[in-house]
């Protein structure tokens, strides 16, 4: 499918300030594609404001910045904006819990 190279954050505590990271690697295979998809469509008919897709991570090849993997936990925020869906990444970092996101791109975007 596609391999995405984004922009990376990391919020330390949710009362600071997002910081830069540099970028982050990974793989949306078919199946992730398919239920990005499904959230953009169920939100579009919902009027949710945004949903929660897990990932397999072992299929995603993430790779991240030094120091900041790996992640305890990993998922895709479906949102929309203007009546588009985008994603990004969000994820905690093992060693403190740190918030780790990227930047979001619009699901129609993917091959």
């Known amino acids: 499918m596609s391999t995405l190279t984004i922009e990376g954050w990391c919020k330390p505590r949710p009362e600071q300030k997002s910081i830069p990271i540099g970028e982050i690697h990974f793989y949306v295979d078919g199946p992730l594609h398919l239920r990005l998809e499904e959230a953009e469509e169920r939100l579009q008919n919902t009027h949710e404001r945004e949903a929660m897709v897990d990932v397999d991570m072992s299929s995603m090849e993430l790779i991240l910045p030094e120091g900041y ?14 009546e588009r869906g985008q994603f990004h990444l969000v994820g905690h970092r093992a060693s403190d819990g740190s918030l780790i ?4 791109v619009l699901i129609d975007q993917l091959l």
């Open 69 to 82: 993997a790996p992640l305890s936990d990993c998922q895709m925020r479906v949102y929309l904006h203007d």
């Open 101 to 104: 996101y990227s930047n979001a």
